[in-house]
């Protein structure tokens, strides 16, 4: 494992569990520390997006960002339920369900509600909801594999799902987190910088538009840092949302063949 | 032009229909032109303000929580005047005797009752050397009558996410408000669990700042009982742990931050301490949390509505300025209470 490697207990412990967590934390306290994959610290991970993951939703995506994967498939826009009220506008109803294997501990990840109602407000402020009234866009995320956090990777997979379900929208919302690390501003970390992180700054914007529909930040930070933090996440944003624009081409492309 | 002249220009409310729904704006406003500092953002002149004023108490319709086109335009010129936060009065402690510290905070006529209590508890195995804390909120339907039942859920998870994230700070423990390595008393074993409550009894809009003023308040109130430690026998037993009653360690809340919430009505202009009736106007809401030292403890937006990077920063640097006010009055107001207390005790 990376964290054990280059460092030995210096005398013999009974509770060897103990002593793991002790040489784990100053892996990240050194001045210049390796990412565990070996990435540079301004670097995300390689994407994969491929649309049409499920052939009978009206859209679906299917995104790989690392060791990350999730499906979104989108169903609608259609009949609302009977017992909601009417309305001009169209409604969204997200939902993100974890496998049962999806997390390295089984049965680990149970708070969906609160990731479903932040992945609801990324998308809204990106979709034109008069364009579908009295009807429900439902869109649902099903994580395979996660090892922490991540909701990043679901935003943007819930987007190329609903631009494959031609569901019209102002913009791809394309999502990108920063981990600030001692006195490193690490982008897209993983699930073991995560754990050791002092704050994290998870932006989701709308590339073309330079808008951003959703911001949250934890942990403690200066204001020059924010700002550092912000451009990172917006140049990240946009080179995320070409990627997306060049895969959706893809698609289209291939299937006019 | 002095206020009593203000005052002779304003119009003669028409007692027509729900006439306490007018007057009670116009005092708000009136209040606004007196003590009210501005802090930096564009005002239209007087003149304008007040014909548009007079227009929309005309027409008394306009200020009913319905989206037309004379209150979005009553929204755009009210908040031009409106930035500073209204006074937190955290006029009574209660001294509720099950929890271990309470507090009470009116803002305008927002009222949240947040209580402290601490219970022992094993840590997790992912951080045996510190406590842990866990934050909820309530939204009674004495707030507003949706809240009945499961309706007030979805807004009342949204609270509790953001009063987390703004305490707690990020996973190492670094700029969280609370020190949880202080709530460890055996390493492993045993620790205290705190549980912050919330509660909303009145809503008029802005309910998370004054949730953010409660809880500080609640945790500057609040006593750990001193507790001995038997020796325990083997490492896997649980030590025996006795809890004294004479409280000891009072909570050190430099460190917790106040929360400031500036919503986005209109296309140009935001406001500080948004009312129920400006909130209805609102696309989108940015709560900052800042602590004493100047920095930001947590961010969250709220509303649907994209906003443009460059605002988000302007409206980062408003919070700061806006939250060193708040941040005085509210402690000034928690020595003031707390002194209240010991008198009468």
Redesign the interface.
């Given at each position: 494992m990376a964290a054990k490697a280059g460092t030995t207990p210096a005398t013999y412990s009974p509770s060897p569990t103990t002593n793991n967590k002790k040489n784990r934390t100053p892996l990240f306290s050194d001045v210049d520390w390796v990412r565990p994959d070996g990435r540079d610290f301004h670097q995300c991970r390689p994407a994969f997006l491929r649309t049409g993951a499920v052939n009978a939703a009206s859209g679906s995506a299917y995104a790989e960002f690392g060791n990350t994967k999730v499906i979104v498939s989108i169903f609608g826009p259609r009949e609302s339920k009977k017992a909601m009220m009417y309305s001009d506008i169209g409604r969204l109803n997200c939902n993100v369900s974890y496998t049962t294997f999806a997390t390295p501990v089984r049965g680990q990840a149970s708070d969906n509600?609160?990731i479903s109602?932040q992945l609801h407000?990324s998308l809204?402020?990106?979709i034109m909801l008069n364009t579908f009234p009295k009807t429900t866009v439902d869109v649902f995320a099903l994580v395979i594999f996660i090892l922490a956090g991540d909701l990043p990777v679901i935003i943007s997979c819930a987007s190329l799902a609903l631009a494959d379900a031609g569901i019209m929208m102002?913009d791809l919302v394309a999502a990108v987190s920063v981990s600030?690390i001692g006195k490193n501003l690490v982008i897209d970390p993983i699930s073991e910088e995560?754990?050791?992180?002092?704050?994290?700054l998870m932006t989701t914007?709308?590339p073309s538009?330079?808008?951003?529909?959703?911001?949250?930040?934890?942990?403690?930070?200066?204001?020059p840092k924010?700002?550092e933090a912000?451009e990172l996440c917006?140049d990240a944003c946009s080179k995320l949302g070409k990627i997306m624009r060049s895969c959706l081409k893809e698609s289209a492309s291939t299937s006019q063949e | 032009m002095t206020s009593e002249e203000r005052e002779s220009n304003c119009p003669t409310i028409v007692s027509v229909g729900d006439h306490r729904r007018i007057k009670q704006p116009r005092r708000r406003e009136l209040a606004m032109f007196t003590d009210r500092p501005w802090v930096g953002l564009r005002t239209f002149g007087d003149g304008v303000y007040w014909t548009v004023r007079r227009w929309c108490l005309q027409d008394h319709k306009a200020l009913m929580y319905s989206v037309n086109q004379t209150v979005s335009l009553l929204g755009q010129v009210i908040i031009s005047v409106r930035v500073a936060p209204r006074n937190p009065s955290s006029d009574v402690i209660l001294p509720y005797s099950k929890a271990n510290g309470s507090a009470r905070v009116k803002m305008g006529r927002t009222e949240v009752i947040a209580s402290v209590k601490a219970e022992l508890g094993r840590p997790s195995s992912s951080a045996p050397g510190k406590g842990k804390v866990s934050i909820f909120v309530d939204c009674s339907p004495t707030a507003a009558p949706q809240f009945e039942g499961r309706g007030g859920e979805e807004l009342s998870m949204e609270l509790s996410a953001a009063l987390r994230q703004c305490l707690l700070g990020g996973k190492s423990g670094a700029g969280g408000g609370i020190n949880l390595s202080s709530l460890s008393i055996v390493d492993g074993k045993v620790c205290w669990d705190l549980y912050i409550d919330g509660l909303v009894v009145s809503m008029d809009g802005n309910v998370l700042d004054a949730l953010g003023a409660a809880i500080k308040a609640a945790l500057s109130n609040t006593g750990i009982p001193k507790v001995n430690i038997a020796s325990a026998t083997t490492p896997d037993e649980q030590p025996e742990v006795d809890v004294s009653d004479e409280e000891f360690l009072q909570f050190d809340t430099t460190a917790v931050p106040v929360i400031v919430t500036l919503t986005k009505v209109g296309r140009h202009y935001y406001i500080a301490d948004a009312t129920s009736e400006e909130e209805s106007q609102m696309s989108s809401a940015v709560s900052v949390s800042v602590n004493q030292q100047g920095s930001i403890c947590g961010l969250t937006k709220r509303g649907g509505a994209g906003l443009d990077p460059s605002v988000i920063v302007d409206m980062i640097s408003v919070a700061k300025h806006v939250s060193e006010e708040l941040m005085n009055k509210l402690d000034s107001e928690i020595a003031a209470a707390e002194a209240m207390e010991e008198d009468s005790s």
């Open positions: 509600k609160d109602s407000k809204e402020g990106a102002y600030c995560e754990n050791h992180q002092d704050g994290s914007c709308l538009r330079n808008e951003v529909t959703q911001l949250t930040i934890t942990g403690e930070w200066s204001t924010i700002h912000m917006l | -």
